[in-house]
């Protein structure tokens, strides 16, 4: 069968959630279905606020898909991310995935294809089209962490009020989304359907 070029490819339509997060901290994006894990990491990471000061992988179980590194569990098998594309990670609508950002606070982000869309030549770019809800800040201490943070901050006579203002360096709304920064940097990020250099399949 011929391998169809990555402009006639479908389009996938992702739903991106915090676990544990309430109100849910969710992300919904298009991506063409050809954009490689790595790249995808890259989308993921902007969509949803982090800094890309950590490290990541993609977990499809028993499966792992990661970006090379020394700090790699020895025996423990993980795939190149960057050989493999989204098509292959998540088949079909429905499907599901875990990416994980921050292995010390512990990110889970639920990913579920919730559409598939036809392609578009006329557009590359992944695109946000909805979300609700900040990113919690970096280096909080996961998602409870994150609460005690918000609690702290809810409150002038907490005993970490001010501490905890002077960290983050001024005020934090949880709920603020700003779609349209989300895709101008998005938009930064240029054609997602090309094959990555490092692609076998």
């Not at 902007?46 to 800094?51: A, D, E, L, P």
């Not at 088949?91 to 036809?118: C, M």
């Not at 943070?149 to 006579?157: D, E, M, R, S």
Request: net charge negative.
């Amino acid at each position: 069968m011929k391998k169809q070029p990555a402009q006639s490819l479908p389009l996938y339509e992702l739903k991106i959630t915090l676990r544990g997060s309430k109100p849910a901290v969710w992300r919904r994006v298009l991506v063409p279905v050809s954009i490689n894990l790595n790249r995808l990491h890259d989308v993921l990471q902007i969509v949803m606020g982090w800094t890309d000061s950590h490290l990541h992988h993609f977990v499809d179980a028993p499966i792992v898909y990661s970006a090379p590194s020394d700090d790699d569990y020895p025996g423990e098998e993980r795939l190149d991310e960057r050989r493999f594309c989204l098509a292959e990670l998540a088949r079909h609508e429905k499907a599901s995935f875990i990416y994980e950002y921050d292995f010390g606070d512990s990110w889970v982000h639920e990913v579920v294809v919730e559409k598939t869309l036809p392609a578009d030549p006329n557009n590359r770019d992944a695109l946000c089209l909805d979300g609700e809800n900040a990113c919690p800040p970096e280096d909080c201490g996961g998602i409870w962490g994150y609460y005690e943070l918000l609690k702290a901050l809810k409150n002038p006579k907490h005993k970490e009020h001010q501490e905890m203002l002077d960290w983050l360096g001024g005020q934090f709304d949880p709920g603020h989304f700003d779609l349209q920064k989300i895709n101008a940097q998005l938009r930064g990020l240029g054609n997602l359907a090309r094959p990555s250099p490092f692609s076998t399949h």
